[in-house]
């Protein structure tokens, strides 16, 4: 199939690039000969792709679709990490959408194709393949349909759709579109390798359960969020399920099971005066360590106490370098009487403010302590595990 002009709208995209997109939308009416629900897209997607797909942003051939699969779309970053995933020289994406993780995955390879049921998404696809120099077969067609009849190939990805009929968020594997759980044996059948795509607000356990030849669990964030949770299937494979927390640079390997352990207890009354000479750091583990499940494990790798069970926040007497999350030195530790806060607040009239396993939400706990948000003192609530409620002051490392 003969690849869509796009000219026209590459061009008012061009033109228009940087200007407020609903007062463009207002003057740009009477323009004529353009797509102009198109070339709006291509204003607000560029806007967009500047930070998301820079690779995209700096190529001025990329066609952009509607705002809103651009905002949901995989960033560019996460769409490389899933890139090192594939293995073999085969790939067919069987749910192509807007075609960002297909760009990187199929990059260099042999033989890929890209499955999507709605014909504008292909058609913006088969043009955005070929001006990045992608040698690439577009399917416009249903993915399960497609798996059913397609030939053996090495890696099968596939992201479902977690949308009820009604727009609702879903979260369990079976109420996908499509099921992937119903699916994986199929795809099993057609591929040494499957990498499926699903919802970081999934419980990756539950997954592996009713998955199988799990052999990866890959929870991927970036600046502090948790932004994908990644399963590798391999044919055939019975052994241990190996996790991957990656948030930006910071990685953390564990196999399955192992967060499970006991890490010691935070000692309160051996750090009641802390500062001065008492050195005592607090470690907020980074969001795919937290989504894991990891934080005990964690601290014993590293030698460190956890404050409570609930509290996921872990202490220890010396600096750790290379943290995989945030690190604060304590400055203070308090309680919520009068005595302690008129003595730990002392001079403090911002601060950013923050709870955890604590019986105040942070805002309400802001109040009590009478400080505006912002500055560099950090104030935590959290609880020992003694069942203590605690404020720490700190400074971030």
Same mark, same amino acid.
């Given at each position: ?27 740009? !009416? ?54 090192? +995933? ?118 990756? =356990? ?47 390997? &564990? ?48 030698? +460190? ?61 802001? =109040? !009590? ?8 003192? &950090? ?12 404020? +720490? ?5």
């Amino acid at each position: 199939m003969r690849t869509k002009d796009f000219n026209d709208i590459l061009e008012f995209g061009r033109e228009h690039r940087g200007e407020d997109v609903r007062a463009l939308a207002l003057k740009a !009416r009477a323009a004529s000969g353009v797509d102009l629900t198109m070339g709006l897209q291509q204003v607000a997607g560029h806007r967009i792709a500047v930070d998301k797909l820079p690779l995209w942003a700096a190529n001025d051939g990329i066609v952009y679709g509607p705002q809103l699969s651009m905002e949901q779309c995989s960033s560019q970053w996460t769409a490389e990490y899933k890139a090192r +995933l594939v293995e073999g020289n085969s790939l067919v994406d069987l749910t192509g959408g807007l075609g960002v993780d297909f760009s990187f995955m199929a990059a260099g390879l042999g033989h890929a194709t890209y499955v999507e049921r709605q014909e504008n998404l292909c058609e913006i696809a088969r043009h955005n393949f070929e001006v990045l120099g992608l040698k690439a077969l577009v399917v416009n067609g249903d993915g399960v349909e497609h798996l059913q009849e397609m030939a053996a190939v090495d890696t099968i990805y596939i992201d479902p759709a977690r949308r009820d009929k009604a727009g609702n968020r879903v979260f369990a594997l079976s109420d996908c579109t499509p099921d992937v759980s119903a699916l994986a044996p199929l795809m099993l059948e057609k591929a040494m390798t499957v990498i499926i795509k699903l919802s970081p607000m999934l419980d990756h =356990r539950a997954a592996v359960s009713v998955l199988p030849c799990v052999q990866q669990v890959h929870i991927v964030s970036s600046r502090g969020e948790c932004k994908e949770l990644l399963l590798v299937l391999k044919r055939g494979y019975t052994g241990g399920v190996t996790v991957h927390c990656v948030n930006d640079s910071e990685t953390m390997e &564990f196999t399955l099971g192992s967060e499970n352990v006991t890490a010691p207890s935070f000692a309160l009354e051996e750090h009641e005066n802390a500062g001065g000479d008492d050195a005592l750091y607090m470690y907020e583990p980074n969001a795919s360590i937290m989504k894991a499940g990891a934080y005990n494990l964690l601290a014993v790798r590293l030698g +460190l106490t956890v404050m409570s069970v609930d509290s996921h926040v872990l202490a220890g007497v010396r600096l750790v370098e290379d943290f995989p999350g945030r690190v604060m030195a304590v400055e203070a530790v308090g309680t919520m009487n009068k005595k302690d806060l008129k003595s730990l607040m002392a001079g403090v009239e911002r601060a950013n403010v923050a709870v955890r396993n604590f019986p105040l939400r942070a805002p309400e706990l802001a =109040r !009590r302590l009478k400080v505006k948000d912002g500055g560099d003192i &950090f104030i935590m609530g959290t609880t020992t595990a003694t069942g203590k409620h605690i404020l +720490l002051k700190m400074r971030r490392v």
